[in-house]
Nanobody, 116 residues
Framework: QVQLVESGGRLVQAGASLRLSCVASGLPFGSRAMGWFRQAPGKERDVVARISWSGASTWYADSVKGRFTISRDNAKNTVYLGMNSLKPEDTAVYYC?????????WGQGTQVTVSS
């Protein structure tokens, strides 16, 4: 079955950097676009960044543009989210995501907390 496992989240101070990882299994990773989403307490889950199957095309939410970088290593079935200049408003559970057929798959999430 499809599994997405995120890691790398932790408590950091404002201005710090983090890199999140998401390891995928059970799907043809190298042919699937991937995304990172986040959900803050009491808010909806919002898209943060997306990357095409090859990595040649990326998209970012305005709130993270210039600070976050999405990348992937198809040989390792892994998608990354590099986060620089973190702000308290980046505090959320971060999820990776993909679609296969008519189904959408999510990982269990990794908590990022940014203190001021």
């Amino acid at each position: 079955q499809v599994q997405l496992v995120e890691s790398g989240g932790r408590l950091v101070q404002a201005g710090a950097s983090l890199r999140l990882s998401c390891v995928a299994s059970g799907l043809p990773f190298g042919s699937r676009a991937m995304g990172w989403f986040r959900q803050a307490p009491g808010k909806e889950r919002d898209v943060v960044a997306r990357i095409s199957w090859s990595g040649a095309s990326t998209w970012y939410a305005d709130s993270v543009k210039g600070r976050f970088t999405i990348s992937r290593d198809n040989a390792k079935n892994t998608v990354y989210l590099g986060m620089n200049s973190l702000k308290p408003e980046d505090t959320a559970v971060y999820y990776c995501n993909t679609n296969l057929g008519t189904r959408t798959y999510w990982g269990q999430g990794t908590q990022v907390t940014v203190s001021s």
